[in-house]
C-alpha cells in the first residue's frame, strides 16, 4: 500500500484498504456524515444524527490526487478513480471511474472481468494477503 502525502482518513466504523493499493496526495476517505436535519442547532450539536457505513477499498485500486471516498462505498479490485472524484456509490472492479459523483467510464483492460474473475483475470481464489483496518 502506498500512502501519499496529506491524506485523510477518518473512521468511526470501519474502513478496509486492501494490498497494493495507490492513494495520490490530498485524498479523503470518510465511513460517517454529520447530521443536518434540526436546522435550530449547530451541525456538531446533532450526534445522534451522525451516520456511519463501511468503506472497502479492494485489492490494486488507484485514488487519483484530491478522491475524496465517502461513507458505504465499496471500490472493487483494480479500479481507478481519476483526480478531483467524489466516489459516493460502489465502483466495480477494473473500473475506471471519474467526476462529481464518480461515474464509470471505462474498464482497465478494455472489458468488465467476467463473473468469477478476478481483477487479474485469474479465477478468483477468494484469498486475501492482507489487509489495513482502521
Do not use: F
Request: one cysteine or more; hydrophobic letters at 40%; proline letters at 6%.
Amino acid at each position: 500500500m502506498l500512502i501519499n502525502d496529506y491524506v485523510v482518513v477518518n473512521s468511526g466504523l470501519a474502513i478496509t484498504i486492501e494490498d497494493w493499493v495507490t492513494i495520490a496526495p490530498h485524498c479523503q476517505i470518510v465511513d460517517g456524515d454529520h447530521g443536518t436535519t434540526d436546522p435550530e442547532r449547530p451541525i456538531r450539536q446533532q450526534d445522534e444524527d451522525y451516520v456511519v457505513a463501511p468503506v472497502h477499498i479492494g485489492r490494486d485500486v488507484w485514488l487519483g490526487c484530491h478522491v475524496v471516498v465517502l461513507k458505504g462505498v465499496t471500490i472493487g479490485a483494480g479500479a481507478t478513480i481519476g483526480a478531483g472524484s467524489v466516489v459516493t456509490r460502489d465502483i466495480p472492479e477494473r473500473a475506471i471511474a471519474v467526476g462529481v459523483p464518480a461515474r464509470v467510464v471505462g474498464w482497465r483492460g478494455g472489458t468488465p472481468p467476467a463473473a468469477g474473475e478476478d481483477s487479474r483475470g485469474a479465477a478468483d481464489t477468494a484469498q486475501n494477503e492482507g489487509t489495513a483496518e482502521a
